[in-house]
């Protein structure tokens, strides 16, 4: 099954396969409004990678027809897996630090 899910990801671009890495580090489910806020995700190619994600169902919104608010979830807990484990380990402590910065940005500590 991981390869048949490496094979289908060879097929994106390096940006929507660095979207998916930085999704995967921050769990199994995110939010558009946390890659809208972060000035490195706000640009038109990352805007169209996801579109991308969403159309070939790597990446799912939780409940269609929610604001863009809604959660994202990887269409399947493999498919996060197999991002995750290949983002490799500096990658991946890399996008948890991005993510631990967004975290304290949105919930500072009270």
Known sequence: MREVIRARLARLGPVARDLLAAGAALGAASTLTCFAKRPVWNNVKRCLAL??????????????????GAPLQ?????????????????RRRVYHRRALGFLEAEWPSV
Do not use: Q
């Open 51 to 68: 579109d991308v994600l969403l159309a070939r169902r790597i990446l799912r919104e939780a409940d269609v027809g929610v604001s863009p």
């Open 74 to 90: 990887f269409g399947h807990d493999k498919i996060r897996e197999v991002v995750y484990d290949d983002a490799g380990e500096t």
